[in-house]
C-alpha cells in the first residue's frame, strides 16, 4: 500500500539554526499538508499546498516557515530560525482531493528538538 | 473555525468489555469525520470515518454514529483487545477545508 514518507526520522538542531523537514506525498495525490504535534497535544494544522502554492494556514505558520514543492515528488518544510517551542513531531499528510470527504494519510512524522 | 472537542481524554477498560469516545463539533457545515489511531512514536491512521449522509458505520468491532442535529459522533470499539490501546483522534473537516483534531483519548486496555 503506498504511503507517506519523511525524512529524517529525528533531527536534533541548535536554537536559531534552520531545518529542512523533507515528505514524498503519495504519487497520486494533489493536496500536501503539514502538522504538528506538540508531545502529548492534539495534531495541528500548519498549512495545506495545492498547485505549488499555498491554499491555506494556520496561525501558527507564521513567517519563520516555509513549504516548497522543489520538484516532482518532494514537499519540503522549512523553518528558518528555529525556537525551543517549534520542538514537536512533524507529520507531512496527502489526500487526492481537498480535504472536505477525503482520507488524509500520514507520514511517519519527522521529531524535532530545538536544544 | 470549527472547534472539535473529545472526552474522555483516558480511558481504561478490561479486555473484552466495550469502549467509547465521544467528540462534538462546532461548525454546522462539517460533514466528514474520520477516526485516527496512534500507537506510540508512530504516524495517525486512519481506522474509519463517516460522512454526513448516513448516521452509523460499522467496520468489523469499530463503529461510528453521528449525529449532524446535536452535533455529534462517537467511536465504539467493541470486544476490546490489548492491541487497541493506543491514542484515538476524532477529527471534522469545517468549511474551510482543514481537519480539526480533537485533544485524543488515551485508551488502555488491561488483559
Known amino acids: 500500500e503506498p504511503e507517506v514518507t519523511q525524512t529524517p526520522s529525528h533531527q536534533v538542531t541548535q536554537m536559531g539554526q534552520e531545518v529542512i523537514l523533507r515528505c514524498v506525498p503519495i504519487?497520486?495525490?494533489?493536496?500536501f499538508y503539514w502538522y504538528r504535534q506538540i508531545l502529548g497535544q492534539k495534531v495541528e494544522f500548519l498549512v495545506s499546498?495545492?498547485?505549488?502554492?499555498?491554499?491555506?494556514k494556520s496561525e501558527i505558520f507564521d513567517d519563520q516557515f516555509s513549504v516548497e514543492r522543489p520538484d516532482g515528488s518532494n514537499f519540503t518544510l522549512k523553518i528558518r530560525s528555529t525556537k525551543l517551542e517549534d520542538s514537536a513531531m512533524y507529520f507531512c499528510?496527502?489526500?487526492?482531493?481537498?480535504?472536505?470527504?477525503?482520507?488524509?494519510?500520514f507520514g511517519s512524522g519527522t521529531q524535532l528538538s530545538v536544544l | 473555525g470549527e472547534n472539535v472537542e473529545q472526552h474522555p481524554s483516558t480511558l481504561s477498560v478490561q479486555e473484552g468489555d466495550s469502549a467509547v469516545i465521544k467528540c462534538t463539533y462546532s461548525?454546522?457545515?462539517?460533514?466528514?469525520f474520520p477516526w485516527y489511531k496512534q500507537e506510540l512514536g508512530k504516524r495517525p491512521q486512519l481506522i474509519i470515518d463517516?460522512?454526513?449522509?448516513?448516521g452509523e458505520k460499522k467496520d468489523q468491532r469499530i463503529a461510528v454514529t453521528l449525529n449532524k442535529t446535536a452535533k455529534h459522533f462517537s467511536l465504539h470499539i467493541t470486544e476490546t483487545q490489548p492491541e487497541d490501546s493506543a491514542v484515538y483522534f476524532c477529527?471534522?473537516?469545517?468549511?474551510?477545508?482543514?481537519?480539526?483534531f480533537g485533544t485524543g483519548t488515551s485508551l488502555t486496555v488491561i488483559p
Open positions: 499546498f495545492y498547485n505549488n502554492e499555498i491554499s491555506e
Open positions: 477529527a471534522a473537516i469545517g468549511s474551510g477545508n482543514q481537519f480539526y
Open positions: 504519487s497520486n495525490h494533489l493536496y
Open positions: 461548525d454546522s457545515a462539517s460533514n466528514y
Open positions: 499528510a496527502s489526500s487526492v482531493d481537498r480535504g472536505r470527504e477525503e482520507k488524509l494519510f
Open positions: 463517516i460522512r454526513s449522509n448516513v
